[in-house]
């Protein structure tokens, strides 16, 4: 059974970077034609697509979030993490990592992925 479990700090002040890593287990992340990636979701508001790393390490940004945006994997530790930098108040929200065998750029409800993690709070404050 594939699981995806998110990981990272749950409180980031502004300006600060925001660190979050998806542990994959199951499955290795470098098979399979599948493409990874992080979704959040805001207070109040729907499900945005942040980017993505396919099987074989392709990558693929939001052109919203590009600029503060870095997306990478650990082979070794079957993992892919997101770096956001220069947070604001309006990056908090649930961050999700997802798996889908499409490059779903506009999701509308996190069970259009194949499977994804539970998802993890963060809120940027001072």
């Known amino acids: 059974q594939v699981q995806l479990q998110e990981s990272g700090p749950g409180l980031v002040k502004p300006s600060q970077a925001l660190s979050l890593t998806c542990t994959v287990s199951g499955a290795s992340i470098t098979t399979g034609f599948y493409y990874y990636s992080w979704i959040r979701q805001p207070p109040g508001k729907g499900l945005e697509w942040m980017g993505g790393?396919?099987?074989?390490?392709?990558?693929y940004y939001s052109p919203s979030l590009k600029s503060r945006t870095s997306i990478s994997r650990d082979t070794s530790k079957n993992q892919f993490t997101l770096q956001l930098n220069s947070v604001t108040p309006e990056d908090a929200g649930v961050y999700y990592c997802?798996?889908?065998?499409?490059?779903?750029?506009?999701?509308?409800?996190?069970?259009?992925?194949?499977?994804w993690g539970q998802g993890t709070q963060v809120t940027v404050s001072s």
């Open positions: 790393i396919n099987y074989s390490g392709q990558l």
């Open positions: 997802t798996r889908d065998r499409r490059l779903r750029r506009v999701p509308t409800a996190i069970d259009e992925y194949d499977i």
